[in-house]
């Protein structure tokens, strides 16, 4: 006697025996069941797409509190605040910075000598018993056949060493002063108890200072790095100026040019790639048959209203002048941020987007000649993008509204499924038990009509 198999919803398979009639009672079941799980699929499409629609919302969301918290930073009034530049012309042999209020002007800077630290070399043997090693007063300890790089270590480890230590193909050890500047004659003090030192003759340096001069005037220092030379600026001496002399030229105070210049950039980045995201999600149409949850959440946003208008809003504060200002200083365009569209030529595929360009030039020259109207235009200008952008992201807005909505009915969703997947799973349960019981009912009148046949055929041979 055959058997079927139905796979019940739990995964398990569940055996019936084949009924005696031939009929196929698995593919019945199955058939019976999908039918009935038509509205299950249905409604669990129906959660792919809620749930593609609020991740790309909430991913909406994100970019547009991003884009806010990049306005805000421009009525920081820290961005503004005056500072000094300084520069060289030749910064890879003379360095410099602002330490604090420093002399507006040229200075002209030479360097005929660069400071460096006092040496001493020595043929390292290792030693037939203990030896003691002594520089400038600390001593150092090596056991009978110890080597140069053992020493080296203590050396360099040591926090009131004078020395620092170097070894040379195991056999040469040079001590070089922690300090740089001038030492004359009487310079690194070394002894040693087993004579595992022998110091090279003709080797011996002694330490020197930096020697300059600022606009003629002769200076020294023990160090490379010079505080006293020019007012409020530290110079860094890196090479000689055998060429002629190097150029540090200090601004007037003001407004960095340079730290604006990368806030404006870093937001026109961020804003050209929240408009792409926003453009992505309202151009990709969902696919005519999705066969699968990635496809369901594909084209969820496609030619959303609230997106399209929330972009429209955000491309209108970059170009409207801001109430109250001077037409001169009004809007973004008028420090350089644009489309960046040349002027009678075909548009291109970014400025038809809105993508923004920044003209550092132009920026430079409005935070030089203007810097209070820049300030004033960039605070008015980020306050209405950042109240545009904030009515869209912000709690209570149509975007928050929208994903706590769909995340509402995700869960609605979630518990009708899980209630009708448990209905089909006894419905399962009842099908296979009446189709095995009928079963049993064909198969036990089968057995009673063989059973009276072959008595009636008994009956007829006794008979003759």
Same mark, same amino acid.
Do not use: C
């Given at each position: 006697?055959?058997?079927?198999?139905?796979?019940?919803?739990?995964?398990?398979?569940?055996?019936?025996?084949?009924?005696?009639?031939?009929?196929?009672?698995?593919?019945?079941?199955?058939?019976?069941?999908?039918?009935?799980?038509?509205?299950?699929?249905?409604?669990? /499409?129906?959660?792919?797409?809620?749930?593609?629609?609020?991740?790309?919302?909430?991913?909406?969301?994100?970019?547009?509190?991003?884009?806010?918290?990049?306005?805000?930073?421009?009525?920081?009034?820290?961005?503004?605040?005056?500072?000094?530049?300084?520069?060289?012309?030749?910064?890879?042999?003379?360095?410099?910075?602002?330490?604090?209020?420093?002399?507006?002007?040229?200075?002209?800077?030479?360097?005929?000598?660069?400071?460096?630290?006092?040496?001493?070399?020595?043929?390292?043997?290792?030693?037939?018993?203990?030896?003691?090693?002594?520089?400038?007063?600390?001593?150092?300890?090596?056991?009978?056949?110890?080597?140069?790089?053992?020493?080296?270590?203590?050396?360099?480890?040591?926090?009131?060493?004078?020395?620092?230590?170097?070894?040379?193909?195991?056999?040469?050890?040079?001590?070089?002063?922690?300090?740089?500047?001038? %030492?004359?004659?009487?310079?690194?003090?070394?002894?040693?108890?087993?004579?595992?030192?022998? !110091?090279?003759?003709?080797?011996?340096?002694?330490?020197? $200072?930096?020697?300059?001069?600022?606009?003629?005037? /002769?200076?020294?220092?023990?160090?490379?790095?010079?505080?006293? =030379?020019?007012?409020?600026?530290?110079?860094?001496?890196?090479?000689?100026?055998?060429?002629?002399?190097?150029?540090?030229?200090?601004?007037?105070?003001?407004?960095?040019?340079?730290?604006?210049?990368?806030?404006?950039?870093?937001?026109?980045?961020?804003?050209?790639?929240?408009?792409?995201?926003?453009?992505?999600?309202?151009?990709?149409?969902?696919?005519?048959?999705?066969?699968?949850?990635?496809?369901? =959440?594909?084209?969820?946003?496609?030619?959303?209203?609230?997106?399209?208008?929330?972009?429209?809003?955000?491309?209108? %504060?970059?170009?409207?002048?801001?109430?109250?200002?001077?037409?001169?200083?009004?809007?973004?365009?008028?420090?350089?941020?644009?489309?960046?569209?040349?002027?009678?030529?075909?548009?291109?595929?970014?400025?038809?987007?809105?993508?923004?360009?920044?003209?550092?030039?132009?920026?430079?020259?409005?935070?030089?000649?203007?810097?209070?109207?820049?300030?004033?235009?960039?605070?008015?200008?980020?306050?209405?993008?950042?109240?545009?952008?904030?009515?869209?992201?912000?709690?209570?807005?149509?975007?928050?509204?929208?994903?706590?909505? $769909?995340?509402?009915?995700?869960?609605?969703?979630?518990?009708?499924?899980?209630?009708?997947? !448990?209905?089909?799973?006894?419905?399962?349960?009842?099908?296979?038990?009446?189709?095995?019981?009928? !079963?049993?009912?064909?198969?036990?009148?089968?057995?009673?009509?063989?059973?009276?046949?072959?008595?009636?055929?008994?009956?007829?041979?006794?008979? /003759?």
């Amino acid at each position: 006697m055959s058997t079927a198999s139905v796979g019940s919803l739990a995964g398990s398979p569940i055996n019936i025996t084949g009924l005696a009639s031939g009929l196929d009672t698995t593919s019945i079941i199955n058939a019976l069941l999908n039918a009935e799980r038509i509205p299950i699929t249905q409604l669990t /499409h129906q959660q792919e797409k809620l749930q593609g629609q609020a991740t790309a919302l909430a991913s909406m969301q994100s970019s547009m509190r991003a884009l806010s918290f990049a306005a805000f930073e421009f009525r920081l009034g820290t961005l503004f605040e005056n500072s000094q530049a300084v520069s060289s012309s030749e910064p890879l042999r003379v360095s410099a910075a602002t330490t604090s209020g420093a002399g507006v002007g040229g200075y002209e800077v030479e360097v005929t000598q660069l400071a460096n630290s006092a040496q001493r070399t020595f043929t390292f043997t290792p030693p037939a018993g203990e030896d003691t090693v002594t520089i400038d007063g600390s001593e150092y300890t090596l056991k009978a056949g110890g080597g140069a790089k053992e020493l080296a270590s203590k050396i360099n480890a040591d926090s009131k060493a004078t020395v620092y230590a170097a070894v040379l193909n195991n056999e040469t050890i040079v001590f070089s002063s922690r300090t740089t500047g001038a %030492t004359g004659g009487e310079f690194i003090n070394v002894s040693d108890t087993a004579g595992a030192l022998s !110091e090279k003759a003709g080797t011996a340096k002694e330490g020197r $200072d930096a020697e300059f001069s600022v606009d003629g005037v /002769h200076g020294t220092a023990a160090g490379n790095t010079v505080t006293n =030379a020019i007012a409020g600026v530290t110079l860094t001496l890196n090479g000689l100026t055998a060429s002629g002399p190097v150029t540090i030229t200090v601004q007037p105070p003001g407004p960095s040019v340079s730290a604006i210049e990368a806030q404006v950039q870093s937001f026109v980045t961020l804003y050209n790639s929240t408009v792409e995201a926003v453009q992505k999600q309202l151009t990709t149409r969902p696919p005519t048959n999705p066969q699968n949850a990635e496809e369901l =959440a594909t084209g969820t946003l496609f030619g959303d209203t609230s997106l399209s208008s929330a972009l429209s809003r955000m491309r209108q %504060t970059m170009y409207e002048p801001i109430t109250g200002l001077p037409a001169e200083m009004s809007s973004p365009f008028d420090i350089g941020v644009s489309t960046g569209a040349p002027t009678g030529a075909s548009p291109t595929q970014a400025t038809l987007q809105g993508l923004l360009k920044l003209d550092p030039a132009k920026l430079a020259n409005a935070i030089q000649s203007n810097p209070d109207g820049v300030k004033e235009m960039l605070k008015g200008w980020s306050k209405n993008l950042e109240e545009v952008t904030n009515n869209v992201a912000n709690a209570g807005g149509p975007l928050a509204s929208r994903i706590t909505s $769909d995340e509402g009915q995700i869960s609605e969703l979630k518990v009708r499924i899980n209630s009708m997947n !448990e209905i089909l799973a006894v419905r399962q349960k009842a099908l296979v038990a009446t189709y095995a019981k009928l !079963e049993g009912i064909i198969n036990k009148n089968s057995a009673q009509s063989s059973w009276l046949t072959q008595q009636t055929e008994s009956l007829s041979k006794l008979s /003759h």
